[in-house]
């Protein structure tokens, strides 16, 4: 299955790139993350719960960050097993800067087998692409400052 998308940060591209790899920030990004830990090769260990459908289980695995080119690209490789399977994905990160925000491009393929590919297997481009949406959603809100509050006088 492939998935791609872009997604605009009004902030700097070095900021973006560095909070993308920042292990505080992907874990509360990540929809479904419990726990993702850095491990002294650079990669990272993770244990997620993703529900979709009826077809729930819990994933452990590992992520690689490759060909980093600070601050423009990398490629991530990921591979988890758990209770309904196995997922393995690889994808690219591009940042572009436009006007002084910051436009990534996404692209990857992931491959999803065991019981939850079988049972939820139409379901999954549609997911995919959702849980990437959410997952840029939330990391824009941890990462952008809060718009200014008015202050009014009495």
């Keep these: 299955m492939k998935i791609e998308g872009t997604y605009t940060l009004h902030l700097p591209r070095e900021t973006v790139y560095k909070e993308?790899?920042?292990p505080e920030v992907l874990a509360a990004a990540m929809p479904g993350c419990e726990k993702l830990t850095p491990n002294p090769d650079g990669s990272f260990s993770t244990e997620m719960k993703?529900?979709?459908a009826f077809a729930k289980g819990r994933y452990r695995g590992r992520i690689q960050v490759l060909?980093?080119?600070p601050p423009e690209h990398y490629r991530l490789s990921v591979e988890a097993r758990g209770t309904g399977g196995f997922v393995k994905g690889d994808g690219t990160l591009a940042l572009s800067e436009d006007s002084g925000s910051t436009v990534?491009?996404?692209s990857g393929d992931?491959?999803?087998g065991g019981p939850v590919a079988?049972?939820?297997q139409r379901l999954m481009g549609g997911a995919a692409?959702?849980?990437a949406q959410q997952f840029f959603e939330a990391f824009a809100t941890k990462i952008q400052p809060p718009p200014p509050t008015a202050v009014t006088s009495l």
Excluded: F, K, P, T
Aim: glycine letters at 4%.
């Design 104 to 106: 990534i491009r996404y």
């Design 110 to 112: 992931v491959e999803v």
């Design 67 to 69: 060909d980093a080119i």
């Design 20 to 22: 993308l790899l920042n």
């Design 129 to 131: 692409r959702q849980m």
């Design 50 to 52: 993703i529900g979709l």
């Design 118 to 120: 079988s049972v939820a």
